[in-house]
Every structure is written in structure tokens, then in C-alpha cells.
């Protein structure tokens, strides 16, 4: 059984691209899958994975957009569940139980509760079922700041102890903001080569794709700057050969 990891970097060298397409889709509800839908098949060929969050899941549930996650299984596209889980073990298993038996490759979590009867559980269960656990490390909007780059006692800043807790626990990923060159650098010395960086806040929230690959990233995390363009699948292949790594 290929592992998360092994599945997203092998879509990665298949389309070159280092692009999470974020699916975070607004609008009448009514329309919400149906765009969701034409923006994944405007920009299949140009990212290797896609991310969906409360935008769907919220309004839907699982079988609300069984459309949406068959067509990104058709074409290989791993599936990531921005839940940003944050309770303990036992009700974050039910969770991360329920969509890897609905074809999610992986969850983003929160560090913060801790790994006894927290994040420990969950991701030994994940990877039992061929998952993945993203955690989260430096969030990228404006106010982050505010929290991730607090000091614990002993000098660390918070972001630095949730990289920390990646590389200790064996995630499988962290979410790092392409916003903050400065944490995506020392959060690659942190967890090293084996745990992979996604960077959202690429377009709408300001940040750079070249600069956040170049500073750590394994993969951007884009949804406005795609969605919302005029050809989202010109944006798309933008960012795909902005991003590529030899």
C-alpha cells in the first residue's frame, strides 16, 4: 500500500506540478458543486492534488460531493480534508475513520491538543489505512502572527514546537504559510527532507510562489487565484511551471 506521501509526490512528477488546487469554493449554494466541479476539470492536467474544506463539506457532507471526490480518484489527484482537527483522539478517529472510507487521502490537523489521546492516535490510524496527517504549523492569514510566532518558555516560538511535534510524531506533512519565508526556512530545518511543506496564502492573501518554493515549500496551496480568474486553467498552468522543481 503506497503511502500518502508516496502517492502525492508520484502526481507530482506526473503532471510537474507542485500545486494544491484549493477548492474552497463560494456562492448560492446551489451552485457550489457544480463550480467546484468545473474548475477541477479546467485544471486537472496543471496541479497535483486538490484540498477541500467547510466551503463543500459543511453545506454537502460526504455523499453531497461523492461526484467531486470520484473524479479526483479518476484522475489520480490525491484528496486532502482541510478539517484543521483540533478535539481529542477519540472523536478526531471518527472523523479521519469516516473520510479515508470515502477516498480522502489525508486531514489536515491541529498540534495544539497534544499527541496522548490527541493527534498520537490519529495518525497511527491514519497510516494503518493508507492515510495521511497534515499538521498545521503557521496559518496564512494576516492575524497569524498573533499566535504562531509567540515564545514558550525556553525561547522556541510556537510555530517552531508545532514543527517539532511533525517531525516527533511522524506526520506526514505540515501547512506552513507562504506569507512567512522566514518559517518556511526554519521549519524545513525542523522536520527535514521527509516531511513535506505545503504553503497556502499563494495570490489572494499575498504571497509568492516562486519565493515560498524557494524557501522550503514542497507543494502551494491555491484556491481564490484559480477559482476566481477569468481562465482558471491559464492561472492554473501559471503556477504549475512557476512552481516546477527540476
Partial sequence: MQTFRERVLASSRKRGSRVVLALDVSGPFGQRVARATKVLELTKGSIAAVKVNFHLLLPFGLTGIRSLIDLCKGEGLPLVADMKLNDIGSTNL???????????????ANPLVGYRDGMGEVIERAHELGGGVILLVYMSHRGANEGYTLRLDGGMRLYQA??????????????????????????????????????????????????????????????????????????????????RKP
Fill in 94 to 108: 471518527e472523523v479521519i475513520e469516516s473520510l479515508l472510507a470515502s477516498d480522502f487521502d489525508a486531514v489536515i
Fill in 162 to 243: 508545532f514543527a517539532e511535534r511533525a517531525r516527533r510524531w511522524g506526520a506526514d506533512g505540515t501547512i506552513v504559510s507562504a506569507r512567512s519565508r522566514a518559517a518556511l526556512r526554519e521549519t524545513r530545518k525542523i522536520v527535514g527532507a521527509d516531511c513535506l511543506i505545503f504553503a497556502p496564502g499563494v495570490g489572494a492573501q499575498g504571497g509568492e510562489a516562486e519565493a515560498a518554493m524557494a524557501s522550503g515549500a514542497d507543494f502551494i496551496i491555491v484556491g481564490r487565484s484559480i477559482i476566481d480568474s477569468v481562465e482558471p486553467s491559464e492561472e492554473a498552468e501559471r503556477l504549475r511551471s512557476a512552481t
